[in-house]
């Protein structure tokens, strides 16, 4: 317990630290444009992937699930649509890029640090944490909520093709049912969770890393920790932020 | 000038660095020898302030260093260039980008300025055509010389090298060796290398301190080393056979 709540104290420093003034704006500002670039343009491949097969099999599940009379078919898109934005954009897809995401910044800067990377920058007067993690967390703040937008629009899209090729809805069917009852504000509640999450995954990827002592074995196991750790975090998040955003 | 003053480090309890008093002097190549293990380098990292101490002081000038905050030190290290075992250079960035790197942290300079003093720094060292590779594509050797680049680029006031000549090879290392010396000489540098290098002690050991378990056993120059009465500094200097030999052959 005592070593949680160590880990938890020394993680708040850590951010202390991330959030000072940096040394020189400009520095920070090209770097911040490198992370968007490796962090967010990498992303879209995979996101775009995943959303497309999700909103495929979520509409083929809802269809085979719901196969009554009763039922009218175009609640297939609506709960498509729900299902992808409420849950699937935000919470799933924040999951995948803790896997992705998260290793690659603890892996990134861990291997900085048993490098003597992290003690070059310190000797030199810059704030090692700042430099290397604040850029990250502006750059998924920012573009995390880009890629929840594509996700949900290549998983209403991945619902459309699936479920008019496979013939369980019509396409007019699909498409009235993803316009029937729209609450906007869904949208605005995937994008705050998103933005939750993104912090979430940089900051305790990052953490993770710069804190490695070791070798490439240390490394290898902070990168673990980096997906775990996060992945908890979030679905722990999730059901905070529901309960917050949508009671 | 660097002095440390009755230095004590510890960790976890376990003493690494006992009651450490040295003088580093201006212009000169100050050497700490040791073997592995005898806290050569958590001395070096505790004068630059990578590791906390846990009593005496360090003082860069008539400036306390230890008892500073990172935002005072910053000023101190500004005038600090520092060549890492393993170079320590940025992974993601070219030599060229390398050596840029503390200019446009520390500097105004216009775009012309920092490349041409990249350049100057990188012909200093010897590396030429090289502006546009990645560390991975370097050799050893080559690496360090462009951590000694990137070191130089604001012309330090103080130079600490980490074991300059691990893994390199002797002919490689001599040169990395003169380097260091030539450097200190040019700028006034007050240089401080770690390293358990014989050649390197003989050739630019202008002052030289001998740590065992933590303990500074002797100080003295490249001339005295030699004929020295201290046991293990002995011990250490004529380990291998070579060494022996010519000990032997000289009388």
Not at chain 1, 98 to 111: D, F, L, N, R
Not at chain 2, 137 to 143: A, I, V
């Amino acid at each position: 317990m005592l070593r949680f709540l160590g880990q938890v104290g020394m993680y708040f420093l850590f951010m202390k630290k991330v959030f000072s003034k940096p040394e020189k704006a400009s520095v920070y500002y090209k770097q911040t444009i490198h992370e968007f670039a490796s962090l967010g343009l990498t992303s879209i491949g995979i996101i775009t992937i995943i959303s497309f097969f999700m909103g495929a099999v979520i509409t083929l599940q809802t269809a085979y699930n719901t196969d009554n009379p009763i039922y009218p078919t175009y609640l297939i898109g609506l709960g498509c649509r729900d299902s992808i934005i409420l849950e699937f954009s935000s919470t799933v897809a924040a999951l995948i890029l803790a896997g992705k995401v998260g290793s690659h910044i603890a892996s990134e800067i861990g291997t900085m640090r048993v490098t003597e990377q992290i003690d070059a920058l310190e000797i030199m007067g810059i704030n090692s944490a700042s430099y290397l993690v604040l850029p990250k967390i502006i750059a998924t703040l920012c573009f995390n909520p880009v890629l929840t937008l594509i996700s949900i629009s290549v998983g209403i899209f991945g619902g459309w093709v699936a479920g008019t090729m496979s013939g369980v809805i019509t396409s007019e069917n699909f498409i009235y049912g993803i316009q029937y009852a729209f609450i906007p504000y869904y949208i605005t509640y995937s994008l705050i969770k998103t933005v939750f999450f993104a912090f979430i995954i940089t900051s305790v990827s990052s953490f993770q890393g710069y804190y490695v002592s070791g070798g490439s074995l240390e490394v290898g196991r902070s990168s673990t920790k980096a997906v775990v750790y996060s992945s908890v975090l979030i679905l722990l998040f999730n059901v905070i932020l529901t309960q917050l955003l949508l009671s | 000038m660097i002095s440390v003053k009755n230095l004590c480090k510890s960790f976890q309890g376990k003493p690494v660095l006992s009651d450490i008093s040295v003088d580093f002097e201006t212009g000169k190549t100050n050497l700490i020898i040791g073997q592995s293990g005898s806290g050569k380098t958590v001395l070096l990292k505790s004068i630059i302030g990578l590791h906390e101490i846990d009593s005496g002081e360090i003082w860069y000038e008539d400036t306390l260093f230890n008892n500073l905050e990172f935002e005072e030190r910053k000023k101190i290290r500004s005038e600090i260039g520092m060549l890492f075992q393993g170079s320590a250079l940025f992974d993601s960035l070219t030599v060229e980008q390398n050596v840029r790197f503390p200019l446009d942290m520390f500097t105004d300079n216009s775009p012309e300025e920092k490349t041409e003093r990249v350049n100057f720094c990188l012909n200093r060292v010897n590396i030429v055509n090289s502006n546009k590779l990645y560390p991975s594509e370097l050799s050893g050797g080559m690496k360090k010389r462009v951590a000694i680049a990137r070191a130089i680029a604001l012309n330090p006031k103080y130079l600490f090298c980490d074991e300059p000549n691990s893994g390199l090879d002797p002919v490689t290392a001599i040169l990395i060796d003169e380097l260091i010396k030539e450097l200190t000489e040019e700028y006034s540098m007050t240089t401080i290398v770690n390293t358990h290098d014989m050649n390197s002690v003989i050739e630019i050991g202008e002052k030289i301190v001998f740590i065992q378990e933590g303990i500074k056993c002797w100080e003295g120059n490249k001339n005295e080393v030699l004929n020295s009465d201290c046991k293990p500094l002995n011990d250490f200097v004529f380990a291998n056979s070579l060494a022996k030999r010519i000990k032997s052959a000289s009388g």
